[in-house]
C-alpha cells in the first residue's frame, strides 16, 4: 500500500462500483498505515470479503486517531447507487482530527468514545454523508467546543440587563470536562435525544439538529448554574447561582452564535416575584395553617391570572410614570 496521501481527507471521494464487478476475494490485510474513505488507520487488522459487487470489511480493527476502533463496514455496489453500512466502534480518540478528515470541521475536541450504526447512499462521499440514516451514541471528555463562549455570552447578556460595562473579551472557546449525546441520524441530519454537558458552573441540556452536509447547528439548552463561590466575586455571575437560563445555538459549525432567552427567563422570575408579593408564591397543596388545619392551594390558572393582572397594572404604572401622571 501506498503512504497516506498528504492532503486533507476531508475532499470528496468516489465510492469503488465498477471496481467491484467481476472480482471474488477472500483474505486478510494487515497494514502499519492505511487510509479509507479519507480516514487514517494504523496497525490494522482487516478481514476482507468481494464477491457480486459488494464488499465487506469484517473483522476490522485498528488504531485510530490516538485510540482504537472495531468495526464491521459494508459497500453494496451492485445497484444503481452504492450503498454504504457502517457498526462502528471507537475509544479514547482524539475526536477533532477525526471531525477535520471527516466532515473539514475542527470545532469540537475532546477525548471520545461511543457507537455509530449508520447507512447511506451515494457515488460519492459527499454524497453519502447527505443521506446517512441510523444512529450514534458518543462520550467527550476534557473537551472544547470552539467559535463560542457559553459564559461570557451570558454574562455579557446580564451586562446589557444590569447596565453594567460588556465583560472583557474572551476566546470564543467553551471548555468542558464531559458531554454526553445520543442521537438519531436521517438524510445526514443528526437530531439529539440526549444531551448533556458539563461545564465550569453550568450543567448544560437540550435537543436540537446538527446538518452534515450543511455544517450546520440548531441546538435549543437550558444551562442550570451551579452556585460555586468564585460567582460570589462576579458582579455579573453573582445573582445567577442556582438558575435556569434558556438559550439556543445556531449557525454555521465553524462560526456559530448563542443567544440567551432573556425575555423567558425575566417573565419567569417575574411571575416568581409578583406571586411572593402576593403571597401566594410559597404555599403548596395540603400547608398546614395556623390553627392546625390543611389549606389547598389556589389553582394553578388562578395564580397565573393574579401574577399576570398584577404584572399588568406594575407596567401601567411605569408608562404613567414616564408620561408625568398623565392620564
Given at each position: 500500500?501506498?503512504?497516506?496521501?498528504?492532503?486533507?481527507?476531508?475532499?470528496?471521494?468516489?465510492?469503488?462500483?465498477?471496481?467491484?464487478?467481476?472480482?471474488?476475494?477472500?483474505?486478510?490485510?494487515?497494514?502499519?498505515?492505511?487510509?479509507m474513505?479519507?480516514?487514517?488507520?494504523?496497525?490494522?487488522?482487516?478481514?476482507?470479503?468481494?464477491?457480486?459487487?459488494?464488499?465487506?470489511?469484517?473483522?476490522?480493527?485498528?488504531?485510530?486517531?490516538?485510540?482504537?476502533?472495531?468495526?464491521?463496514?459494508a459497500?453494496d455496489?451492485?445497484?444503481?447507487?452504492?450503498?454504504?453500512?457502517?457498526?462502528?466502534?471507537?475509544?479514547?480518540i482524539?475526536?477533532?482530527?477525526l471531525?477535520?478528515?471527516l466532515?473539514?470541521?475542527?470545532?469540537?475536541?475532546?477525548?471520545?468514545q461511543?457507537?455509530?450504526?449508520?447507512?447511506?447512499?451515494?457515488k460519492?462521499?459527499?454524497?453519502?454523508l447527505?443521506?446517512?440514516?441510523?444512529?450514534?451514541?458518543?462520550?467527550?471528555?476534557?473537551?472544547?467546543?470552539?467559535?463560542i463562549?457559553?459564559?461570557?455570552?451570558?454574562?455579557?447578556?446580564?451586562?446589557?440587563?444590569?447596565?453594567?460595562?460588556?465583560?472583557?473579551?474572551?476566546?470564543?472557546?467553551?471548555v468542558?470536562?464531559?458531554?454526553?449525546?445520543?442521537?438519531?441520524?436521517?438524510?445526514?441530519?443528526?437530531?439529539?435525544?440526549?444531551?448533556?454537558?458539563?461545564?465550569?458552573?453550568?450543567?448544560?441540556?437540550?435537543?436540537?439538529?446538527?446538518d452534515?452536509?450543511?455544517?450546520?447547528?440548531d441546538?435549543?439548552l437550558?444551562?442550570?448554574?451551579?452556585?460555586?463561590?468564585?460567582?460570589?466575586?462576579?458582579?455579573?455571575?453573582?445573582?445567577?447561582?442556582g438558575?435556569?437560563?434558556?438559550?439556543?445555538?445556531?449557525?454555521?459549525?465553524?462560526?456559530?452564535?448563542?443567544?440567551?432567552?432573556w425575555?423567558?427567563?425575566?417573565?419567569s422570575?417575574?411571575?416568581?416575584?409578583?406571586?411572593?408579593?402576593?403571597?401566594?408564591?410559597?404555599?403548596?397543596?395540603?400547608?398546614?395553617?395556623e390553627?392546625?388545619?390543611?389549606?389547598e392551594?389556589?389553582?394553578?390558572?388562578a395564580?397565573e391570572e393574579?401574577?399576570?393582572?398584577?404584572?399588568?397594572?406594575?407596567?401601567?404604572?411605569?408608562?404613567?410614570?414616564?408620561?408625568?401622571?398623565?392620564p
Open positions: 500500500l501506498e503512504p497516506a496521501a498528504e492532503d486533507s481527507g476531508s475532499e470528496e471521494v468516489a465510492m469503488p462500483q465498477q471496481e467491484l464487478q467481476g472480482q471474488e476475494v477472500r483474505g486478510q490485510l494487515n497494514a502499519g498505515k492505511l487510509r474513505a479519507g480516514l487514517e488507520f494504523s496497525d490494522a487488522e482487516v478481514g476482507i470479503a468481494i464477491r457480486d459487487g459488494k464488499l465487506r470489511l469484517n473483522p476490522l480493527t485498528a488504531g485510530f486517531y490516538d485510540g482504537r476502533y472495531s468495526g464491521d463496514i459497500l455496489g451492485s445497484g444503481t447507487v452504492p450503498v454504504l453500512s457502517l457498526d462502528e466502534k471507537i475509544d479514547a482524539t475526536f477533532q482530527r471531525v477535520a478528515d466532515v473539514d470541521n475542527e470545532s469540537l475536541s475532546g477525548t471520545a461511543g457507537h455509530v450504526r449508520l447507512t447511506g447512499r451515494g460519492s462521499s459527499n454524497e453519502v447527505g443521506s446517512l440514516q441510523g444512529d450514534l451514541a458518543l462520550t467527550l471528555d476534557e473537551g472544547a467546543l470552539e467559535g463562549n457559553i459564559w461570557h455570552e451570558i454574562r455579557r447578556g446580564m451586562a446589557l440587563y444590569k447596565g453594567l460595562p460588556p465583560p472583557e473579551p474572551e476566546p470564543k472557546r467553551t468542558f470536562s464531559r458531554m454526553q449525546v445520543a442521537a438519531d441520524v436521517a438524510d445526514g441530519v443528526v437530531t439529539t435525544r440526549t444531551l448533556v454537558g458539563e461545564l465550569p458552573f453550568l450543567t448544560v441540556r437540550g435537543d436540537g439538529a446538527i452534515l452536509g450543511q455544517s450546520r447547528v441546538l435549543g437550558v444551562a442550570e448554574v451551579r452556585n460555586a463561590p468564585e460567582l460570589a466575586a462576579d458582579p455579573l455571575g453573582s445573582e445567577l447561582g438558575r435556569s437560563l434558556p438559550f439556543r445555538i445556531s449557525g454555521p459549525l465553524e462560526d456559530p452564535k448563542l443567544s440567551v432567552d425575555e423567558a427567563l425575566l417573565k422570575e417575574a411571575t416568581d416575584m409578583l406571586l411572593d408579593k402576593l403571597g401566594l408564591g410559597a404555599k403548596e397543596s395540603g400547608q398546614e395553617t390553627d392546625g388545619g390543611t389549606e392551594a389556589a389553582p394553578q390558572d395564580l393574579t401574577a399576570k393582572g398584577a404584572l399588568f397594572d406594575l407596567l401601567k404604572g411605569k408608562d404613567k410614570d414616564k408620561d408625568g401622571g398623565r
